[in-house]
């Protein structure tokens, strides 16, 4: 989360399906540095500073309300404030959590590059989940996969469904035996191997799959 971007969906779902959430407030300093450029003209240094400073205590006393929004739903929640470099820091706290996934409300591509599974909240129910399967060719990784929708469908009481283009009898055996197929690609989410920019347009809510898939604690 940023000054800008509270995530409330992202909050909510993760209340339902995370056994623990941290929640990671960045102070972009790109947006203060922006701030104080554009009030050099008429402020002096010193008023600048002081500036700077209030931004980032409002900044600690709304990330505050939100952790206590967090707590409400009843689940463990750690939060973590930092000041600096939105994506240098995402980055390091990735490594750092050891993050099973990471749940944001809008799509940042940057985060693709972490290799962790990214949940792209876009609100409302979801009863019916839609695996777009593209290849088999990395048997052990799509099995892992499946695992982990597996788990989270389960937690949100949805549906678990493949699609795949693919026509090859012995490929729609193997997905056969890990789910029910459906011939259209429609659900309340959409999960992906891989990003797809024509996928990630359409819908609300969706996840991409990076190289490293954890299983959600049981």
Same mark, same amino acid.
């Given at each position: 989360?940023?000054?800008?971007?509270?995530?409330?969906?992202?909050?909510?779902?993760?209340?339902?399906?995370?056994?623990?959430?941290?929640?990671?407030?960045?102070?972009?300093?790109?947006?203060?540095?922006?701030?104080?450029?554009?009030?050099?003209?008429?402020?002096?240094?010193?008023?600048?500073?002081?500036?700077?400073?209030?931004?980032?205590?409002?900044?600690?006393?709304?990330?505050?309300?939100?952790?206590?929004?967090?707590?409400?739903?009843?689940?463990?929640? #750690?939060?973590?404030? &930092?000041?600096?470099?939105?994506? +240098? $820091?995402? *980055?390091?706290?990735?490594?750092?959590?050891?993050?099973? %996934?990471?749940?944001?409300?809008?799509?940042?591509?940057?985060?693709?590059?972490?290799?962790?599974?990214?949940?792209?909240?876009?609100?409302?129910?979801?009863?019916?989940?839609?695996?777009?399967?593209?290849?088999?060719?990395?048997?052990?990784?799509?099995?892992?996969?499946?695992?982990?929708?597996?788990?989270?469908?389960? #937690?949100?009481?949805? &549906?678990?469904?493949?699609?795949? +283009? $693919?026509? *090859?009898?012995?490929?729609?055996?193997?997905?056969?035996? %890990?789910?029910?197929?459906?011939?259209?690609?429609?659900?309340?989410?959409?999960?992906?191997?891989?990003?797809?920019?024509?996928?990630?347009?359409?819908?609300?809510?969706?996840?991409?799959?990076?190289?490293?898939?954890?299983?959600?604690?049981?």
């Amino acid at each position: 989360m940023t000054q800008e971007k509270k995530c409330e969906n992202s909050i909510k779902r993760a209340s339902k399906i995370c056994d623990e959430i941290s929640l990671l407030y960045i102070v972009d300093t790109e947006i203060i540095e922006k701030m104080k450029r554009e009030s050099s003209y008429v402020l002096n240094s010193e008023t600048l500073a002081s500036l700077e400073k209030a931004l980032i205590e409002s900044q600690k006393k709304e990330a505050q309300v939100i952790e206590k929004e967090a707590k409400s739903y009843g689940k463990p929640v #750690r939060i973590h404030f &930092e000041v600096g470099n939105r994506h +240098e $820091i995402l *980055e390091r706290y990735a490594v750092k959590l050891r993050a099973d %996934m990471i749940m944001l409300d809008d799509m940042e591509r940057a985060m693709l590059s972490f290799g962790i599974p990214l949940w792209v909240d876009g609100g409302g129910e979801i009863s019916k989940i839609v695996f777009y399967v593209r290849s088999v060719r990395k048997i052990g990784t799509l099995r892992r996969q499946m695992e982990f929708l597996r788990e989270i469908s389960d #937690r949100l009481g949805a &549906e678990l469904y493949i699609y795949t +283009e $693919i026509r *090859e009898d012995g490929v729609l055996r193997t997905l056969r035996s %890990m789910s029910e197929l459906t011939k259209k690609l429609e659900g309340d989410a959409i999960a992906m191997q891989g990003f797809q920019r024509k996928i990630a347009r359409k819908w609300k809510n969706i996840m991409v799959f990076g190289d490293k898939i954890p299983l959600l604690p049981r």
